[in-house]
């Protein structure tokens, strides 16, 4: 099965970039879709970005278009969340997840593998 490990998060200011990596073993990350979702605090978790198994297509939640780019690289088993511009809104912990269907949705619930999160503070 599948193993979602992520990183990068951490402390930043307002108006900071970061970039979360999400790195995948023990399965055929190629064919999976992949998203990143967050959750703060008393907060249910959001959907954030997802991209497809041959990246032929993303989607982003309204709050961060044009601000967060979802990437993969298949070679390393991995996908990127690049977040730019970063809000203290966009506080949370923030988690991978992985679609065995290829396919992605914003419903958490869609997902078969998840990831245990990184963190991520922005001060303003």
């Known amino acids: 099965q599948v193993q979602l490990v992520e990183s990068g998060g951490g402390l930043v200011q307002a108006g900071d970039s970061l970039r979360l990596s999400c790195a995948a073993s023990g399965g055929t990350f190629s064919r999976y879709g992949m998203g990143w979702f967050r959750q703060a605090p008393g907060k249910e978790r959001q959907f954030v970005a997802g991209?497809?198994?041959?990246?032929?297509?993303?989607s982003y939640a309204g709050s961060v278009k044009g601000r967060f780019t979802i990437s993969r690289d298949n070679a390393k088993n991995t996908v990127y969340l690049s977040m730019n511009n970063l809000k203290p809104e966009d506080t949370a912990a923030y988690y991978c997840?992985?679609?065995?269907?290829?396919?992605?949705?914003?419903?958490?619930?869609?997902?078969?593998?998840w990831g245990r999160g990184t963190q991520v503070t922005v001060s303003s």
């Open positions: 997840a992985a679609s065995v269907g290829g396919y992605i949705t914003h419903n958490p619930g869609t997902y078969d593998r």
């Open positions: 991209i497809t198994s041959g990246s032929s297509s993303t």
